[in-house]
């Protein structure tokens, strides 16, 4: 039996392959997160902004 047919390693292997694609998965999400944040931040600064300027 060589080492390539042990059902262990190919086993190891394949999660190994679908915990990496879950944490990209999960890091990309991340960064939309923080992306949608920091734009709906600077929309609603925007909108304070232009309701300062047009108080009566």
């Given at each position: 039996?060589?080492?390539d047919d042990?059902?262990?390693k190919?086993?190891?292997a394949d999660l190994e392959?679908?915990?990496l694609a879950q944490e990209t998965k999960n890091e990309r999400q991340?960064?939309?997160?923080l992306g949608y944040f920091l734009f709906g931040i600077h929309v609603l600064a925007?909108?304070?902004i232009?309701?300062?300027r047009h108080a009566k």
């Open positions: 039996m060589t080492p042990d059902p262990t190919a086993l190891q392959k679908a915990r991340v960064w939309y997160f925007f909108v304070m232009y309701a300062v």
